[in-house]
DNA sequence: ACTTTGATGAACCATGTGGTTCACTATTGC
DNA sequence: GCAATAGTGAACCACATGGTTCATCAAAGT
């Protein structure tokens, strides 16, 4: 599983978050940090498929890890949210003002069909 | 390019989303309607090419397409992208919170170092 | 010192992805 | 009716992805 040739941070945040299985470890650190293992266990995966959950996670941007004695432990880290979360802020943006440009015209034509 | 198996609406739109090109196609669709031809073609790729993307865009529910006549319009289509949102808008309050518990934590750790 | 435990690295596998080309269908314009 | 145009479908390619197993390393526990 490799550092894969992305371009944008955005392309690497929002990759990471298309797994459900890495929402889930998201989700689980929500409740606090924990190490590989015990991300691995409640996921059902290998703990070496783990750790390349969280290898994905981490250079995304989205956790912050750090090796402990033997664990490495890992916790939320926030960064490339905001930039996921501002990008869809502004394709919303579009969407809108697409919607306002739909609406002129309905009137536009309502205005002309009588 | 097939229907892939994800399991929940949000593995699509955001591994929809994790493709520069792809979010190009939003943006530009922002600007208004286009057919498949005229996305392809500031995005320097095949036809064929960007039908795929259009089709990836479609079934996450981002895009909403129109075949008229031999043209196919394509336009923005919003209802997954706001489930999107709401998935990254809970996951914030999730690492609020645990800055929040960090907070505590050291307020509480400062209490006790005296 | 030896054993257990947590994590890593390498190799492997099946399937998915982003792109192509080529052949084809269907609409449009003359 | 015929030629040009817009898109679709199938086959293909190189490479990424999500997972595994096995071997290894390093820290703990006894």
Not at 24 to 37: C, M, S
Not at 38 to 46: F, Y
Not at 68 to 85: F, N, P, S, V, Y
Request: with cysteine; glycine share 10%.
């Amino acid at each position: 599983m490799n550092h894969m040739v992305h371009q944008s941070p955005l392309d690497e945040a929002f990759a990471a978050l298309s797994d459900p299985t890495r929402r889930g470890i998201l989700t689980q650190l929500g409740d606090g940090p924990a190490t590989v293992g015990e991300l691995a266990q409640p996921a059902g995966i290998t703990v070496t498929g783990m750790a390349k959950h969280v290898r994905v996670l981490e250079n995304a941007g989205l956790v912050v890890t750090e090796k402990i004695g033997r664990t490495r432990q890992c916790r939320l880290g926030a960064e490339r949210l905001d930039d996921a979360m501002a990008w869809i802020s502004f394709y919303q943006r579009l969407w809108e003002r697409r919607l306002d440009g739909l609406d002129a015209y309905f009137t536009l034509q309502k205005g002309h069909e009588k």
